[in-house]
């Protein structure tokens, strides 16, 4: 029992709560924090990809359950993204054990960056509209923009071309196969920026995609060995219960914090974990 019951389990059953709020905040997989962490723990480079899979799929689907019951999930948008990136996620985790993990990580961290810049991005726009007068003629205008703004997330990702979503998806699924992650930090700037998907449906979309993505990368991943489940096992058992917490926070918060703290906290992690695998190929 001592065994099983090691600092290094305990840390990465904590890494598992942890990822699981994030799931549930922000709609992605989780993997942004538990691959570098676990890679700290004594992990290997294929190790970090393949072990954190096994997570996903509960924490999506613990996340995503909360904001259907909500109706904060655009399902068709979810079910094309998902279906399409199910396919590819296969093909990504093959090719994670033909080259050089290392340049994984990196490119992971190079990804997370992008995702992180692209919310602050919004959020800082989102913000300056929230702040245009609300009275007289500019107060007009700021009513028009609002109008405007509503109308178009209501109706952008209703009229938005399958090829596009198909595209999403797809480009998501592969990632998702190849880093380990869940695809979400993907799936969000383009749900949000290009489909103008309101956040927390952005999100909420986002879980049940990845929860689709999961099960193909989960399988591909174990077939060829990627997966050290004594990392994968107390991750497991983290993540549902961080999700709902994570869910929670989420609902609690408004649009603008959430694209905040989703694009902060990914862009912090992205220097850290970038860091210190480009440190690592030199080894």
Request: with cysteine; glycine share 14%.
């Given at each position: 029992m001592h065994d099983l019951?090691?600092?290094?389990?305990?840390?990465?059953?904590?890494?598992?709560?942890?990822?699981?709020?994030?799931?549930?905040?922000?709609?992605?997989?989780?993997?942004?924090?538990?691959?570098?962490?676990?890679?700290?723990?004594?992990?290997?480079?294929?190790?970090?990809?393949?072990?954190?899979?096994?997570s996903i799929l509960?924490?999506?689907?613990?996340?995503?359950?909360?904001?259907?019951?909500?109706g904060?999930?655009?399902?068709?948008?979810?079910?094309?993204?998902?279906?399409?990136?199910?396919?590819?996620?296969?093909?990504?985790?093959?090719?994670?054990?033909?080259?050089?993990?290392?340049?994984?990580?990196?490119?992971?961290?190079?990804?997370?960056?992008?995702?992180?810049?692209?919310?602050?991005r919004s959020a800082r726009m989102a913000e300056t509209l929230a702040e245009?007068?609300?009275?007289?003629?500019?107060?007009?205008?700021?009513?028009?923009?609002?109008?405007?703004?509503?109308?178009d997330e209501m109706t952008s990702a209703a009229e938005v071309g399958v090829v596009l979503l198909i595209a999403i998806g797809a480009g998501a699924g592969a990632l998702a196969g190849l880093l380990g992650i869940g695809g979400g930090i993907v799936m969000i700037p383009a749900f949000t920026g290009v489909l103008r998907l309101p956040m927390k449906v952005a999100v909420g979309s986002s879980l049940v995609a990845v929860a689709l993505f999961s099960i193909p990368a989960l399988i591909t991943h174990a077939y060829y060995g990627h997966i050290a489940w004594r990392f994968a096992i107390p991750l497991l058992i983290?993540?549902?219960?961080?999700?709902?917490?994570?869910?929670?926070?989420?609902?609690?918060?408004?649009?603008?914090?959430?694209?905040?703290?989703?694009?902060w906290s990914v862009l912090a992690m992205s220097v850290v974990y970038g860091?210190?695998?480009?440190?690592?190929?030199?080894?």
């Amino acid at each position: 029992m001592h065994d099983l019951v090691t600092p290094a389990t305990v840390a990465t059953l904590i890494l598992g709560f942890g990822s699981g709020i994030l799931a549930g905040m922000f709609g992605i997989g989780g993997a942004v924090l538990t691959t570098p962490a676990i890679r700290v723990l004594g992990a290997t480079p294929i190790e970090g990809v393949g072990s954190t899979v096994p997570s996903i799929l509960p924490g999506a689907i613990s996340g995503a359950y909360r904001y259907a019951k909500a109706g904060l999930v655009d399902w068709r948008v979810a079910l094309i993204c998902g279906a399409t990136g199910g396919l590819l996620a296969a093909v990504g985790a093959w090719v994670s054990g033909l080259v050089n993990a290392h340049y994984l990580m990196v490119l992971t961290a190079g990804l997370m960056a992008f995702s992180g810049v692209s919310l602050i991005r919004s959020a800082r726009m989102a913000e300056t509209l929230a702040e245009v007068p609300a009275a007289g003629p500019e107060g007009d205008m700021a009513e028009g923009l609002v109008v405007e703004a509503e109308t178009d997330e209501m109706t952008s990702a209703a009229e938005v071309g399958v090829v596009l979503l198909i595209a999403i998806g797809a480009g998501a699924g592969a990632l998702a196969g190849l880093l380990g992650i869940g695809g979400g930090i993907v799936m969000i700037p383009a749900f949000t920026g290009v489909l103008r998907l309101p956040m927390k449906v952005a999100v909420g979309s986002s879980l049940v995609a990845v929860a689709l993505f999961s099960i193909p990368a989960l399988i591909t991943h174990a077939y060829y060995g990627h997966i050290a489940w004594r990392f994968a096992i107390p991750l497991l058992i983290g993540v549902v219960p961080g999700a709902q917490v994570g869910a929670r926070l989420s609902f609690a918060a408004s649009d603008v914090l959430v694209r905040r703290l989703f694009g902060w906290s990914v862009l912090a992690m992205s220097v850290v974990y970038g860091v210190s695998e480009i440190l690592g190929l030199r080894h």
